[in-house]
């Protein structure tokens, strides 16, 4: 049982807002539940849903009395959410997020608060390639990591909170500095998304080989960079433009290893190109066994059964 907050309020009822509304409904752990949402058919939605007490479009109202604010939005959209919010939130609020960077969240959010609100930025490592309250789920951040980057005087006591909240919703918490946060989710987020981005859009532009082929012959691997890359638009822009530096500098280490495997292939170095597939499979075996994969084939993938054998043959 987790200590209660008495009135929480989420800006932005998108996958990861509705996801955390409804993880919150779950483990009881508000008092009230306050949804904030700037599109009226998102807030119809979501009261239809039941996934809120109180619904409204104005964001000050929303914050007004509460004591944990969550805000849920694309990550350039914080710098004017804090700025409309922060003169209303009262005296010791929480103030927290989800934004994929931590860098420009803290720099965009913190100048807007006032003294006695405590920020605890988070980042879930959860998320699926839908939008919107319909796609979110109460168990989306089971067994997931949420990480926060508290700044360095942020109260002990609201940190606590904070992690407790995540781990009534199933997460494991880390915390660990923005900066470094950046660095690590350009590497095992990030730049894989770029990677499919780019790769879905070279196929696309692919002259010799038609559209179809690329969709009928995609289970050859495209398809698992298809999913990957139908991954909400605005979020990654926002993502790309403002983790710039440490996207740039794993890039530039990712194309330094794309040289060294071409390479590889030109001069038929086999023991080299065997020797890093064995490094990588092992890779996997280790986010099976952490239990952030599943170790069936395929993604665990349903096989539709052999076709009947035709009769008299
Ligand atoms: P989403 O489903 O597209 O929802 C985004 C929400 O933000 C919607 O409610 C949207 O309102 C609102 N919004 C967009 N622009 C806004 C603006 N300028 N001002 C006010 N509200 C605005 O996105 P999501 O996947 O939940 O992502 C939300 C945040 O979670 C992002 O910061 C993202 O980096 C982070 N995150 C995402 C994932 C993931 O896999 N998707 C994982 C971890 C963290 P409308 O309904 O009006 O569009």
Redesign the pocket.
């Known amino acids: 049982m987790i200590p209660k907050f008495d009135r929480i309020t989420i ?9 955390i509304a409804r993880a919150i409904r779950k483990a009881e752990a508000a008092k009230h539940l306050v949804a904030m ?3 009226k ?2 807030r119809e939605r979501v009261m239809e849903l039941g996934l809120a007490d109180e619904v409204t479009g104005d ?1 000050a109202q929303a914050v007004k009395g509460a004591d944990l604010v969550i ?8 710098a ?2 804090g700025a409309a919010i922060g003169p209303h939130l009262s005296p010791g609020a929480i103030i927290s ?5 931590k860098g420009s ?1 803290v720099r965009d959010i913190a100048p807007h608060l006032p003294e006695g609100v405590h920020f605890v930025p988070a ?11 319909d ?2 789920f109460a168990e989306l951040f089971v067994n997931r990591w949420s990480i926060l980057t508290p700044p360095p005087e942020t109260a002990p006591v609201a940190i606590a909170r904070v992690r407790a909240l995540w781990e009534a919703m199933g997460a494991n918490v880390e915390v660990m500095t923005p900066e470094h946060h950046d660095l690590v989710l350009a590497i095992t987020s990030h730049v894989p998304h770029l990677i499919a981005y780019n790769i879905v859009g070279t196929a696309a532009d692919m002259e010799k080989v038609t559209e179809s082929e690329v969709i009928k012959f995609s289970a050859g691997g495209f398809r698992d960079f298809t999913r990957i890359a139908a ?2 638009p ?2 990654w822009r ?2 790309f433009l403002t983790n710039k530096d440490a996207v740039l500098e794993m890039l530039g280490r990712f194309s330094e290893d794309l040289l060294a495997l071409q390479r590889m292939i030109r001069w038929g170095d086999g023991d080299g190109l065997h020797a890093l597939f064995t490094r990588t499979r092992a890779i996997r075996r280790g986010i099976i066994a952490s239990g952030q994969e599943t170790a069936a084939p395929d993604f665990g993938r349903p096989h539709p059964p052999l076709p009947e054998a035709k009769k008299n043959q």
Do not use: Q, W, Y
Request: include cysteine; charge should be negative.
């Open positions: 800006i932005g009822l998108g996958l990861i807002g509705s996801s949402d700037r599109d058919a998102v964001a805000l849920c939005v694309p990550v350039m959209a914080n004017a959410l997020d989800v934004g994929s960077v969240v980042h879930p490592v959860a998320g699926t390639e839908h939008s919107g309250p796609a979110g991954s909400d605005t979020m926002d993502v």
